[in-house]
Every structure is written in structure tokens, then in C-alpha cells.
Nanobody
Framework: QVQLVESGGGLVQPGGSLRLSCAASGFFFNYYAMSWYRQAPGQERELVAA???????TYADSVKGRFTISRDNAKNTVYLQMNSLKPDDTAVYYC?????????WGQGTQVTVSS
């Protein structure tokens, strides 16, 4: 079955960096777009970044120029490099893919930006 497992979250100071990873299995990874979402306490889940199977990328305005999404099809893994982190980036980050109109989610990884 489809599995998405995130890792790489943690506590970081403002201005710091983290790299999140999402290991995918149970489907033909190369064929599908992948996305990162985040959800802060009391807020709705929001799209952070997405990458098509061809490598095209889109970003939320709030992270443009600071975050980079990438994928390694040989490793069935999608990454989110996060630089210049701000307290407003604090959230649980989720990996997502959509297969035949059904959304699959990982368990999430907590990112906390605080001094």
C-alpha cells in the first residue's frame, strides 16, 4: 500500500535551516507529483511546495526564495530544504501525493522555529 514517511523535523533557531525528507513506497513514485503541506496549531493545512514528475516546482508566496523542493526518483524520496526559517514556519509538515483523485498523507514531522 501507499506509504509516505517524513523525517528531518526538529527545533531550530530563527534564521536556521532544516531539510525534510519523505520516503515513498507502494506506488510508482516517478509517475506522480509530490507536495509538502504544513499545519500550524489552530490553522488549516496549507500547501507549501509541489513538484511535478518532470521536476517543475511551485511554492507558496510565504516561502518563495527560502524553501526548495526536490525529488530523487532513484531513492523514491522528496525533499524540502528550508532556509532562513522564521517563527511563522512553525508547524507540522506533511508529505502528500494524489493518486486517482485520492490524497495520501504521511504522519507529519514537527518543525519548531524558536530562540
Amino acid at each position: 500500500q501507499v506509504q509516505l514517511v517524513e523525517s528531518g523535523g526538529g527545533l531550530v533557531q530563527p534564521g536556521g535551516s532544516l531539510r525534510l525528507s519523505c520516503a515513498a513506497s507502494g506506488f510508482f513514485f516517478n509517475y506522480y507529483a509530490m507536495s509538502w503541506y504544513r499545519q500550524a496549531p489552530g490553522q488549516e493545512r496549507e500547501l507549501v511546495a509541489a513538484i511535478t514528475r518532470a521536476g517543475g516546482t511551485t511554492y507558496a508566496d510565504s516561502v518563495k526564495g527560502r524553501f526548495t523542493i526536490s525529488r530523487d526518483n532513484a531513492k523514491n524520496t522528496v525533499y524540502l530544504q528550508m532556509n532562513s526559517l522564521k517563527p511563522d514556519d512553525t508547524a507540522v509538515y506533511y508529505c502528500n501525493t494524489q493518486i486517482r483523485a485520492y490524497d495520501y498523507w504521511g504522519q507529519g514531522t514537527q518543525v519548531t522555529v524558536s530562540s
